[in-house]
């Protein structure tokens, strides 16, 4: 933590922290066990060593590569251009309270200092006030997030007034990260102004180093309260009574559900992503028809989709050769998504594999899979033009699942804070989120499941009270995952019952391929889509006597030496997420897990300085 005096920063190493994890709101909190020696360093000092610390990545590790991958994530920024950025924003609500009235949205403003900050929201009890003679400054910060694409951190002023500081990790080029802040941004604008969802209030925002903060980041209203994953028992047990486990889970599903319907509530003009007027544009078209608020009117656009599939781990290509795969597409081709996905896929791979064979490569993948990658999305955008027949009469209200609707990609209860006057959901992060037809839209992990569905134990599995306790505890397993998707689809009927029929089974088969293709993370995860691939094979027939898809005939043809390759590399993949504990997680653990096996001896150094198991009789 940074204490921020009027002249001086007292910094805490982290590497002096003693750690646990604590769950608030959306938030990780680090709690201080022992008192750390205080280091103290000049606010103005930009490039004294002993404050590096504080921007470093530390809440885990990778068992290879760790180094660089850490290197990826340090998001140092200047302490002086964050609070030249505040400061001027307080003047801003100063300006704001004498010319702007209550209920006036006037359009973002462009500032000159190649920041962005929404007037509507930056107002006095927002940014909070000082002495007349004094300026406003920073006094606190705390790193309380480190995630998966950004790091959070906790500002406090000498207003009385905290702050979340977002800055992305610089894991893609500077034209990609523009473009995913400034929808981000777009996106949580719209949510608030147009569908009344609780979220955070921005206030200012940059998309590139040259502001003065000197990374892309994202200065948001910083909300007190509890995560609702706290709430969250998937595997609650049912109780004799048969309701309480339902109202206990169903704290968590509904409003979550709720979110999703809000959502969903505005059909718009194409598919893609929400950006600001001024942002994009390349096009002229509103995003949405209808709108009765001038101040509204025109606000939004519709540009390149930032779905996260679309962008991760896309270096290779030069962007301006990805941007003709990103959108956005038109109202009448709901399809071509699932083709450009494809599309970009493979092209990703190809340009992935010509450095690997030109030893020019900065990674380490096997020839093979990138040939294999790109046989598997050239099949996905092969068969997306077929894959359903957007004017069927055998799925109900079709016209409905069709419509581009905005789409959050993390409807999750650790995206949702109660906040702690109230407990009113708030909906956070909307990194990734898109506009594509509902059919499109797979149910939330959290409630997503797959597998083998049982609905009543003892009805649905012949001799269960008989069954040796482990078999029951495996059944028991799938019967509450089967029972909390039926939960989330249950009040998606309620909630949002014009488009239920984008859960019937036949939908879900013929999407899995798409839903793969976007939850892809791994190289090795293509052996995924190409399984549902197959699938889709099997029960094409049927679907296209229903007239579901629209080719009588499948469009990919398998030889039978194709389908054993693929069955043994499929049952291999599973073999090593078994016995490569992280494999999952691409090597990476928390780090005080990490800590624990190192001191025990079960984690060691290699010759590479890589982390690996050791084999000894005494690990």
Request: hydrophobic fraction near 35%; glycine fraction near 4%; charge should be negative.
């Amino acid at each position: 933590m940074l204490r921020i005096g009027s002249r001086c920063v007292r910094s805490v190493p982290k590497s002096s922290l003693r750690v646990s994890s604590t769950k608030i709101g959306k938030l990780f909190v680090r709690s201080v066990s022992d008192k750390p020696e205080e280091v103290f360093t000049k606010l103005s000092d930009e490039n004294d060593p002993q404050r590096d610390a504080f921007f470093k990545y530390s809440w885990g590790t990778w068992l290879k590569n760790d180094k660089q991958e850490k290197e990826k994530r340090i998001t140092k920024f200047s302490l002086e251009g964050l609070n030249s950025v505040i400061d001027d924003l307080y003047k801003q609500s100063i300006e704001n309270a004498k010319r702007l009235s209550k209920s006036s949205i006037p359009p973002p403003a462009y500032l000159p200092n190649l920041t962005v900050s929404l007037p509507h929201n930056v107002k006095i009890e927002n940014i909070g006030t000082v002495n007349p003679n004094e300026k406003i400054r920073i006094v606190s910060m705390a790193s309380i997030h480190e995630g998966k694409h950004h790091r959070i951190y906790k500002i406090d002023t000498n207003a009385e007034k905290s702050f979340v500081l977002r800055i992305p990790y610089a894991l893609d080029d500077e034209n990609t990260l523009a473009y995913r802040l400034k929808s981000e941004v777009a996106t949580m604008d719209f949510a608030d102004l147009k569908l009344g969802l609780k979220v955070p209030k921005v206030y200012s925002f940059g998309v590139n180093a040259l502001n003065p903060v000197r990374q892309p980041f994202i200065l948001e209203e910083y909300i007190e309260g509890t995560l609702l994953m706290r709430s969250w028992t998937p595997l609650e047990n049912d109780a004799e009574d048969g309701k309480s486990h339902k109202d206990k889970l169903n704290a968590v599903i509904n409003p979550i559900s709720k979110f999703q319907a809000k959502l969903a509530e505005v059909k718009f003009n194409a598919f893609g992503s929400l950006y600001f007027a001024k942002d994009y544009k390349t096009s002229e078209e509103s995003a949405y028809e209808g709108e009765t608020n001038e101040e509204l009117k025109d606000r939004w656009r519709i540009g390149p989709s930032v779905e996260r599939c679309l962008w991760r781990k896309k270096s290779t290509l030069n962007f301006d050769d990805r941007k003709q795969y990103l959108g956005p597409w038109d109202i009448s081709s709901p399809l071509d998504i699932v083709k450009c996905t494809g599309l970009l896929e493979a092209e990703n791979a190809r340009a992935r594999l010509g450095l690997v064979q030109a030893h020019a490569s900065p990674e380490v993948v096997a020839e093979d899979i990138l040939k294999d990658q790109i046989k598997t999305f050239d099949n996905l955008a092969k068969v997306a033009p077929d894959l359903i027949n957007t004017k069927t009469t055998s799925i109900p209200k079709m016209e409905n699942l069709l419509k581009p609707r905005l789409h959050h990609p993390d409807l999750d209860p650790m995206n949702v804070i109660l906040k702690e006057d109230d407990d009113v959901p708030y909906l956070l992060d909307f990194e990734g989120s898109s506009i594509k037809p509902y059919i499109l839209q797979n149910t939330p992990q959290f409630v997503a499941y797959d597998g083998p569905k049982i609905y009543d134990l003892e009805k649905d599995i012949e001799g269960y009270k008989d069954m040796e306790e482990s078999e029951k505890a495996k059944l028991e397993f799938m019967y509450k995952r089967t029972r909390n998707q039926f939960l989330w689809e249950f009040a998606l009927n309620e909630n949002l019952p014009e488009l239920i029929s984008s859960v019937a089974p036949p939908i879900k088969v013929l999407r899995n391929p798409y839903v793969a293709a976007i939850e892809r993370k791994s190289d090795e995860e293509y052996l995924l889509i190409e399984e549902a691939l197959l699938q889709l094979a099997e029960v094409w027939p049927i679907f296209a006597n229903n007239k579901l898809v629209n080719a009588a005939e499948y469009p990919l043809k398998y030889s039978e030496e194709e389908v054993k390759k693929h069955a043994d590399a499929l049952n291999a993949y599973h073999e090593k997420l078994i016995s490569q504990p992280f494999a999952a997680t691409q090597g990476w653990m928390p780090q005080d897990m990490f800590d624990n096996l190192v001191q025990g001896g079960i984690l060691v150094k290699n010759e590479k300085g890589d982390y690996v198991i050791s084999r000894t009789e005494d690990a």
